[in-house]
């Protein structure tokens, strides 16, 4: 069956730290892949995809992810965490966008 | 800018009420999907359609229903609410195909059933 994993249910990291946050699906194929940010009492803001081509991604608000096919891997960086950055992020897959499949998301914490 | 509407922010709701949740959508988009967020349980696909009138039980439909009739409204059904669904609901829609596929968000019913 699909799946996502997000292994890490919280990380604090320090303002200005550097931040990876991970990401395993399981799929027969390579997916379309996700990473989205929710804060609190929000709906979920789209921060990048993958559709295919260059593995490593920008986004919004600074955000990168690498995709890696050998280890079935979507991590999501960035260089210099902000205090606005703490939230919630979600890595989700799809194959044909008629059903995403998310992970149980990663809560930041960002310490000043 | 796009958009995802739901009617609601916040919902309280009595245990046995009929309660509807109301999604609009102004993307043309082919498809709508319901989620359910609980805390470390991420989100969970409760049903989801592809076109007017057409729809599919996602992980967890127990307890909801679902209406389409027009493209862009998305209903989502509690026949009669119970405690445990007090949740957080959330509406998105996508595009069927194409380059731009992402699924796009509501802001998120909070629901308390009482």
């Known amino acids: 069956a699909q799946s996502v994993t997000q292994p890490d249910i919280h990380i604090t990291v320090s303002e200005g730290a550097s931040l990876e946050l991970r990401c395993n699906y399981s799929?027969?194929?390579?997916?379309?892949l996700f990473w989205y940010v929710q804060s609190p009492g929000q709906g979920l803001q789209l921060l990048l995809k993958?559709?295919?081509?260059?593995?490593l991604v920008q986004g919004i608000k600074g955000f990168e992810a690498e995709f890696k096919r050998s280890q079935s891997s979507f991590n999501l960086r960035k260089p210099s965490v902000h205090w606005s950055d703490a939230a919630e992020y979600f890595c989700a897959a799809s194959y044909n966008f008629n059903k995403f499949y998310f992970g149980s998301g990663t809560k930041l914490n960002v310490k000043p | 800018d796009v958009k995802v509407t739901q009617s609601s922010r916040y919902l309280v709701k009595r245990t046995g009420e009929k309660v509807f949740l109301e999604c609009v959508q102004d993307m043309d988009h082919e498809n709508m999907f319901w989620y359910r967020q609980d805390p470390g349980l991420g989100l969970r696909l409760i049903y989801f359609?592809?076109?007017?009138?057409?729809?599919e039980k996602g992980d967890i439909p127990e307890g909801y229903s679902v209406s389409r009739e027009k493209k862009e409204r998305f209903s989502l059904i509690l026949e009669s609410a119970s405690t445990n669904q007090t949740s957080m609901y959330l509406c998105a829609s996508s595009p069927q195909s194409g380059t731009g596929g992402e699924a796009f968000f509501g802001q998120g019913t909070r629901l308390t059933v009482v």
């Open positions: 799929y027969g194929a390579t997916p379309y």
């Open positions: 993958y559709f295919s081509g260059d593995t």
């Open positions: 359609s592809y076109d007017v009138k057409m729809k």
